[in-house]
C-alpha cells in the first residue's frame, strides 16, 4: 500500500477467452502473503471458474449472466460497496481486491466504476489493470479490432502466456505488434501464467492521463455492448457421463468448428470417477484432468461454450449423447 493512502487496492485482471486468467489467479492466491477477496465474473449463466480456483478459503464472489462492463455493472457497485463495508466493520478481513473478468469485458467501463463513483473513489484504488494476452490465438482476435484489443490497449502490464506454443520468430513479431498497441505497459513472457507476483501487485502503476489517451471516451457515463454474434451456452447434466463417448465428440467438435469456439470449459461428472473432471478448451486446443473430489457436493455436470454462431441446440443435442448408459 502506498505511504498515507488507506484506500483497498484493486488489481483487475483481464484478456481473452483462453488466455489464462484463471491460472494466473490460481498462481496469485498460492503465492501471496495478502488476503485478497476475489470478484469473478463469468459471460455465461453457469458459474464455473469458482470451482477452478484452488484456494478456496478466500473471499469468491460470482457474478454471474452477463458482463461487469455493460448489463450487470451495479452488481458489480453492489458487491464492491457490500466488501468496503464488511472490511470496516470487520467482518471480512481482506488486503486487496482482485477482479477477474470475463474474457469479453472492455476493462475501460470496469475501470470508470472506479472513477465516477463516489463511494468507489474514498474505499477504492486501482493497483493495476494486467492482461493476460494468449500468444498462440491472439493474432486471430486482434484482427477483429474488439474487446481483445481494447484489453491490451487498455493494460499497464502485459503477461504473453502460452508462449511455449510459437516459435520464436513469431513470437518477436506478436511481441512489436503489442508494443504498437500500448507503448506503455510493461510487457513479460511466461508460460502457464507463471510470474514473479511482485511485477503485477504493489505496483500502482494505473495511471489516469493515459488511460484517457488510449480510450478517450473513459469518462463519458456510456454501456459497452458486445458483438450479438457472440454467445454463450450453458449446460448442465445430472446424470454421469462417458468419458470416451466425451472425448470423440470434443474431438469431433474442435475438428469442425474448433475457429469459431472461443472459449469451452466444465466440472465434469464421470462415471467411475471419484473426482472432478476438469474440461477446457480455446479453440482447437483442449486438455482434461481430474481435480478435487466431489465430497457431498451434488454431482452435476456443468459446461459452458463461449463462441461466434453457436448453434444451440445441437450442441445440447450431442451433449446428451454423452451420457453413460
Known amino acids: 500500500m502506498r505511504e498515507n493512502d488507506s484506500r483497498i487496492p484493486v488489481t483487475i ?9 484463471t491460472t494466473f489467479l490460481n498462481h496469485l492466491l498460492k503465492n501471496t502473503d495478502e488476503k485478497v477477496a476475489v470478484i469473478v465474473n463469468e459471460f455465461g449463466d453457469i458459474g464455473i471458474d469458482d470451482q477452478l480456483l484452488e484456494k478456496t478459503e478466500e473471499e469468491i464472489i460470482e457474478i454471474n449472466s452477463g458482463c461487469i462492463c455493460c448489463n450487470v455493472r451495479k452488481d458489480l457497485i453492489d458487491t464492491l460497496s457490500m466488501l468496503a463495508i464488511s472490511k470496516k466493520e470487520k467482518v471480512i478481513e481482506f488486503d486487496r481486491v482482485v477482479i477477474e473478468t470475463t474474457g469479453l469485458a472492455d ?5 470508470q466504476t472506479f472513477l465516477m463513483d463516489k463511494e468507489m473513489i474514498e474505499d477504492f484504488v486501482i493497483d493495476c489493470v494486467c492482461a493476460l494476452v494468449d500468444a498462440k490465438h491472439i493474432s486471430k482476435h486482434l484482427e477483429q479490432k474488439g474487446e481483445a484489443l481494447s484489453q491490451i490497449a487498455f493494460a499497464d502490464v502485459i503477461l504473453l502466456n502460452k508462449t511455449d506454443l510459437v516459435s520464436n520468430d513469431d513470437l518477436t513479431q506478436l511481441i512489436n505488434r503489442l508494443e504498437k498497441v500500448n507503448p506503455t505497459a510493461a510487457t513479460y513472457l511466461c508460460t502457464n501464467s507463471q510470474i514473479e ?19 478517450p471516451g473513459l469518462l463519458n457515463n456510456d454501456l459497452h455492448y458486445h458483438d450479438d ?18 472425448n470423440l465428440w470434443i474431438s469431433f467438435l474442435v475438428q469442425m468448428q474448433g475457429e469459431s469456439l472461443y472459449r469451452y470449459k466444465g466440472v465434469l461428472n464421470i462415471e467411475g470417477l471419484k473426482k472432478r473432471f476438469v474440461f477446457q478448451g480455446v479453440h482447437m486446443l483442449f486438455a482434461g484432468e481430474e481435480k478435487s473430489c466431489w465430497g457431498t457436493d451434488p454431482r452435476v455436470s456443468e459446461l ?5 454462431d453457436l448453434n444451440k441446440k445441437e450442441l445440447e443435442k ?8
Do not use: W
Not at 197 to 203: E, F, Q
Not at 234 to 241: H, Y
Not at 304 to 308: A, L, P, R, S
Open 13 to 21: 485482471v483481464t484478456g481473452y477467452l483462453g488466455a489464462g486468467k
Open 107 to 111: 476493462p475501460a467501463p470496469v475501470v
Open 304 to 308: 459452458v461454450f463461449i463462441g461466434k
Open 197 to 215: 507476483l511482485d511485477k503485477v501487485l504493489g505496483i500502482y502503476s494505473f495511471d489516469l492521463n493515459e488511460k484517457v489517451e488510449a480510450a
Open 229 to 246: 454474434e457472440i454467445s454463450s451456452l450453458s449446460i448442465q447434466e445430472s446424470r454421469p457421463l462417458d468419458l470416451r463417448k466425451l
Open 318 to 325: 450431442q451433449f446428451k449423447k454423452c451420457v453413460a448408459d
